[in-house]
């Protein structure tokens, strides 16, 4: 069974820092760009950051350039979003994306079921 599951989120302070994980089961990671998305109450959900399969090449939004680091282990299959220096406006519920597109045939996309980061003093 394919399933991508979200974990490492919570409450922090301003300037605190948390560390999201997103494993997946039932496919190889490898394979895949992986992106971490959030929604904040009453906002669209937004990219933040992504990190292909080719080359792991990783891209950033602004707001968090320079604090968040987007990385995978293969090995354990698991993608990691870490988020240091955290703001009140990263409050939001993050979700991980897997992505692959397979030509000649349909796309593979999976989604987790979302964390939520609050932070907040």
């Known amino acids: 069974q394919v399933q991508l599951v979200e974990s490492g989120g919570g409450l922090v302070h301003p300037g605190g820092s948390l560390r999201l994980s997103c494993t997946a089961s039932g496919f190889n990671l490898d394979y895949f760009s992986i992106g971490w998305f959030r929604q904040a109450p009453g906002k669209e959900r937004e990219g933040v950051s992504c990190i292909n399969n080719s080359d792991d090449s990783t891209y950033y939004e602004d707001s968090v350039k320079g604090r968040f680091i987007i990385s995978r282990d293969n090995a354990k299959n698991t993608a990691y979003l870490q988020m240091n220096s955290l703001k009140p406006e990263d409050t939001a519920v993050y979700y991980c994306?897997?992505?692959?597109?397979?030509?000649?045939?349909?796309?593979?996309?999976?989604w987790g079921q979302g964390t939520q980061v609050t932070v907040s003093s």
């Open positions: 994306r897997c992505s692959k597109i397979q030509l000649g045939r349909p796309p593979r996309d999976y």
